[in-house]
């Protein structure tokens, strides 16, 4: 059972280039999130799926898109890559049945932007 | 605004003693707190949850205090093994439809042999 899957594991980007972080779950989540961690700063979110073709902003959306064309994938495209995005960047699922049920986080993509 | 926060940044045990992590929450709407675990290089694993019309919740060595009065969550991890060894964060969920988890800064656990 291979659960979240990130994809790469860590990259290395020049300021202005773009990219795309790969996620995908194979546990028929509905809900799918990308979160950024940073020391002393703990995981904040990015962007949240509640299924395929929604999309929604969290606490820290700009300079990020996503789009959730399937249950299993939720890629995370950074544009225009700023120093200020080296981070380490999670994706994580849940599901709606039943009540209360956590996230699950895939092992990151470790980004570093020069 | 609301925060989730631990009054610990660090704790160190022996091996084989039980290890008490603190976290406290201030947004009284929470109504789903979990514990993770964090190993270096590795994502946050789920331990442990509890929803807030709960008071203790018990898993496999590990142990979950809810106090709503003082808005404290307290994660126990019985005979503590080096394996125990991580970050551990606290997260609430506050609610609405956005099922928005809000993450504590962590706590650093090291076993000592």
């Known amino acids: 059972n291979a659960g979240v899957t990130q994809t790469p594991k860590f990259q290395v980007l020049k300021t202005g280039q773009s990219m795309t972080l790969q996620c995908a779950q194979d546990m028929n989540h509905e809900y799918m999130s990308w979160y950024r961690q940073d020391p002393g700063m703990g995981l904040r979110l990015i962007h949240y799926?509640?299924?395929?073709?929604?999309?929604d902003q969290g606490e820290v959306p700009n300079g990020y898109n996503v789009s959730r064309s399937t249950t299993e994938d939720f890629p995370l495209r950074l544009l225009s890559a700023a120093p200020s995005q080296t981070s380490v960047y999670f994706c994580?699922?849940?599901?709606?049945?039943?009540?209360?049920?956590?996230?699950?986080f895939g092992d990151g993509t470790r980004l570093s932007i020069l | 605004g609301e925060s989730v926060g631990l009054h610990l940044p660090t704790l160190s045990v022996q091996e084989g003693d039980n290890s008490i992590i603190n976290c406290a929450y201030s947004n009284s709407a929470s109504d789903y707190f979990i514990w993770y675990k964090q190993e270096s290089g590795k994502g946050p694993q789920f331990i442990i949850d509890i929803r807030s019309n709960m008071d203790k919740r018990q898993g496999q060595r590990v142990t979950v205090l809810l106090n709503k009065t003082v808005k404290h969550l307290s994660l126990q991890i019985a005979a503590t093994q080096p394996g125990d060894s991580a970050v551990y964060f606290c997260?609430?969920?506050?609610?609405?439809?956005?099922?928005?988890?809000?993450f504590g800064k962590g706590t650093l656990l090291t076993v000592n042999p």
């Open positions: 799926s509640v299924g395929a073709g929604i999309t």
């Open positions: 994580a699922s849940r599901t709606f049945r039943g009540v209360d049920q956590p996230q699950h």
């Open positions: 997260a609430e969920n506050s609610g609405g439809s956005n099922y928005k988890l809000t």
